[in-house]
C-alpha cells in the first residue's frame, strides 16, 4: 500500500471511529437522562390488575411489571387532587392546604404557585414536558394550569377539572353526569378549548390515545422526554367502546363488565405507548412508571380486595396503589418490592434519583431509587395519611374530621376515617362478576368508632382495632401525629359564580381569580 493509500484508509477509520464516539456520547447522555413515561390511572382498584385477579386482562402492564419491581406498599392520597398534588410537589397534601375534599370547579383554589412541580425541573433539565388527560389541580387563574411557570408542561391536552362525560366531554362543577349548578365543556389543547366534529361524540380516551402517539412520533429522540399520562380510565361514568366491553361479555354484573372494559382498554393504550417507543428507538432508554391515584371505587363494581374499604377512606383499599416501575435503570427486576414508598417520593426520586438535580430541603418525599432501581430496603419507616381537621364543623359532604398515621407497621386512624363525613364504605368488597357472586363483609366498628389502631404485620386487612388493648402505641402514634397537625393548614374558598363555564364560550377555562 502507498503511503498516501494509507494515510486515506487511516483518516476513514479514525473518521468512522470519531462517528462512533460522537453517537456513543450521545448514547451515553441517555443514560444520564432517560425518557420517562409517568402514568396515573384513575380510581383503579388493587385487586383489577392481572397478577392479582386473572380474569382481568392487563398483559402489557404485567410484561413491563415482570420486568421491573411492582409495588408492594405504595401509598397515595385517599381521592384525586390530593394525590396528584403531593406527586407534583413532593409535600403532603395537608402541608400546602390541598388535603380536603378535591379542587372543585367552582371554588377559586389550586396547588400552591409557589412550588415548582416535578415536571417543572423535567423542563430546566432540557427535557420535553408533554401531559395528556385528567388535571385536576386547579385553573381559576393561568398560573394553575398545566403551562404556568411553575408547572412545566410544554404541552397538555386534556381537561381540568376531575373528569368529563367520555363521549360528551362535559361536566358539572361536582364531575361527569353528576347534577350541579354549572355545565360545561372540558377538553383543551395548550389551552385553546376544542370542540369540534372530529373529536365530538368520540371517546376522550381514544383522543387521548391518538394525541399520545402524536406527541412521540413526532419527538426527537435525541432530546430526553417526559411524557405524563393521567387516564381517566377506568373512573366512573361506566361508559368504554364496544369492543372493549365485548371482551367481558360473559360477566352478567353491568358495571363490572364495564370497568373491566375500561381496564382492559387503558391497559392495551400503555402497549400501543411501548410499541412507538421501540418504532422511534427510544424504548430501551426509557423509565416507565405506572400506579393509581387512590383505590377504586367499590360503588361502581371496582374492587380493592382483599383490603378494607372504598377510595375516599383511609383504610388500606382507599390508599394502597397498584402498580410498578420498569425500564432504564433498574437493575434488579422481576419481583415485588414490599418497603414503604409514598406518592411524594416520586419528586425527589426523579430529580435528585433520576436526573440527579438539587432538591428542595423541605419536601416531605424521600429520594428512594436506591430501593427501586437495586432492591435496597426503602429508607422511609413513616409516612403521614392525613391531617384534615380545619372542616370538622361543616355537616355532610364537605366536612370531615380526621387525622392519620403509619410508623413501621402500625397504623393509627383518629376520627371518621374518610375524607367526607358522607363517605363510609368501609367494609370488604370482592369482585363482583356474577349478582350471586361473593357477597360484601361488613365491618366490625362503624363510621361511629373514632380510634383505630392496626398492626399490618400482622393484620394487613385491618380486620382488628387494638387501640383499646393498646394505649401506649396510640399514645406513641399520637405524639408522631402532633408534628404534622402542627404544620398542617387548609384552604376552601367560598365557590364563586365567575366561574360559570356561560362566562367563556361554555367551556370550564381559567380568567375569574
Known amino acids: 500500500m502507498s503511503m498516501q493509500l494509507f494515510l486515506v484508509w487511516a483518516f476513514a477509520i479514525g473518521l468512522i471511529a470519531s462517528t462512533n464516539a460522537s453517537t456513543n456520547s450521545s448514547s451515553e447522555e441517555n443514560l444520564v437522562k432517560p425518557h420517562v413515561i409517568y402514568m396515573i390511572a384513575d380510581d383503579y382498584g388493587w385487586n383489577d390488575m392481572s397478577w392479582n385477579d386473572d380474569r382481568v386482562l392487563t398483559p402489557n402492564f404485567e410484561e413491563l411489571a415482570n420486568n421491573g419491581v411492582k409495588f408492594g406498599n405504595l401509598y397515595t392520597m385517599s381521592v384525586c387532587s390530593p394525590t396528584r398534588a403531593a406527586l407534583m410537589t413532593g409535600r403532603y397534601s395537608s402541608n400546602i392546604g390541598g388535603q380536603h375534599f378535591t379542587y372543585l370547579g367552582m371554588y377559586p383554589h389550586g396547588a400552591p404557585t409557589y412550588h415548582e412541580f416535578f415536571p417543572k425541573r423535567f423542563k430546566d433539565a432540557g427535557y420535553t414536558t408533554y401531559g395528556i388527560g385528567k388535571w385536576h389541580l386547579g385553573f381559576c387563574n393561568s398560573s394553575f394550569i398545566p403551562s404556568g411557570p411553575t408547572r412545566g408542561f410544554d404541552h397538555y391536552y386534556g381537561f381540568y377539572n376531575g373528569g368529563a362525560l367520555f363521549y360528551e366531554h362535559t361536566s358539572s362543577e361536582w364531575g361527569p353526569g353528576y347534577p350541579g349548578d354549572y355545565l360545561g365543556y372540558d377538553l383543551t389543547d395548550d389551552g385553546i378549548p376544542v370542540r369540534d366534529p372530529e373529536t365530538s361524540c368520540v371517546y376522550n380516551s381514544e383522543l387521548f390515545q391518538e394525541k399520545i402517539l402524536s406527541y412521540i412520533d413526532n419527538h426527537d429522540p435525541n432530546t430526553p422526554m417526559l411524557l405524563y399520562t393521567a387516564f381517566q380510565l377506568p373512573h366512573t361514568p361506566r361508559q368504554v367502546p364496544q369492543q372493549w366491553e365485548d371482551m367481558y361479555s360473559c360477566i352478567p354484573n353491568d358495571n363490572r363488565r364495564l370497568y373491566c372494559g375500561q381496564v382492559t382498554f387503558m391497559d392495551a393504550i400503555a402497549g400501543e405507548i411501548v410499541k412507538a417507543l421501540k418504532a422511534k428507538g427510544m424504548f430501551e432508554d426509557s423509565l416507565i412508571i405506572f400506579h393509581a391515584d387512590n383505590g377504586g371505587d367499590v360503588r361502581f363494581e371496582a374492587s380493592n ?100 398515621i403509619r410508623v413501621d407497621d402500625w397504623k393509627l386512624i383518629v376520627g371518621h376515617p374518610s375524607f367526607s363525613y358522607a363517605w363510609s364504605h368501609f367494609d370488604w368488597y370482592p369482585p363482583k362478576y356474577t349478582d350471586c357472586d361473593h357477597k360484601d363483609i361488613p365491618s366490625p366498628d362503624g363510621p361511629e368508632v373514632d380510634l383505630r389502631l392496626y398492626n399490618l404485620k400482622d393484620d394487613p386487612y385491618e380486620k382488628n382495632n387494638l387501640a383499646y388493648e393498646n394505649p401506649a402505641k396510640v399514645a406513641e402514634l399520637r405524639t408522631a401525629l402532633k408534628k404534622y397537625e402542627d404544620k398542617a393548614w387548609t384552604y376552601w374558598p367560598e365557590p364563586d359564580p365567575a366561574a360559570d363555564p356561560a362566562n367563556y364560550g361554555d367551556f370550564w377555562s381559567p380568567g375569574w381569580c
Do not use: C, Q
Not at 334 to 356: A, K, Q, R, S, W
Not at 357 to 381: C, F, Q, T, Y
Open 305 to 404: 380486595w382483599p383490603y378494607r374499604g372504598n377510595k375516599g377512606s383511609f383504610f388500606e383499599g382507599g390508599i394502597k396503589a397498584v402498580g410498578f416501575i420498569s425500564g432504564k435503570g433498574i437493575e434488579k427486576t422481576g419481583y415485588t418490592h414490599d418497603g414503604l414508598f409514598h406518592i411524594t417520593d416520586m419528586y425527589p426520586t426523579l430529580v435528585e434519583g433520576v436526573l440527579g438535580e438539587d432538591i428542595p430541603d423541605d419536601l416531605d418525599g424521600i429520594n428512594v431509587w436506591g430501593a427501586l432501581s437495586k432492591g435496597e430496603p426503602s429508607p422511609r419507616h413513616e409516612m403521614l395519611i392525613t391531617v384534615d381537621t380545619d372542616l370538622a364543623h361543616v355537616d355532610g359532604l364537605l366536612g370531615t374530621n380526621v387525622t392519620a
